[in-house]
């Protein structure tokens, strides 16, 4: 336990954010689907418009996206779309 006392822990607010954006994506994405909507449309809707509406209110989802900046939100929807090809 003392060898942990010479070394120092590094926090970073940046991974903490991208996992907090990962969450709202995939809650925000369960909302709009089980109100019937099609996530993928909706996400475009708001990103380009920026425009809170395309986003159901259902689960508290409309409220949760308008947390994250849509610059991040793309980022996160990129980096998503990159690591998985």
């Known amino acids: 336990m003392t060898d942990n006392l010479n070394f120092t ?5 940046d991974k903490d954010k991208e996992k907090k954006a ?7 994405y369960q ?4 109100k019937g909507y099609n996530p993928t449309n ?7 418009s920026g425009d809170p509406t395309y986003i159901t209110s ?3 989802a409309r409220s949760l996206i308008r ?12 980096k998503s779309y990159l690591n998985t090809k």
């Open 22 to 28: 990962r969450e709202i994506i995939f809650t925000v």
């Open 42 to 48: 909706q996400f475009v809707g708001y990103i380009l």
């Open 9 to 13: 822990m590094k926090f970073d607010l």
């Open 67 to 78: 947390q994250i900046e849509r610059d991040e939100l793309l980022e996160e929807l990129l």
């Open 58 to 60: 259902h689960n508290n």
């Open 31 to 34: 909302s709009l689907e089980e």
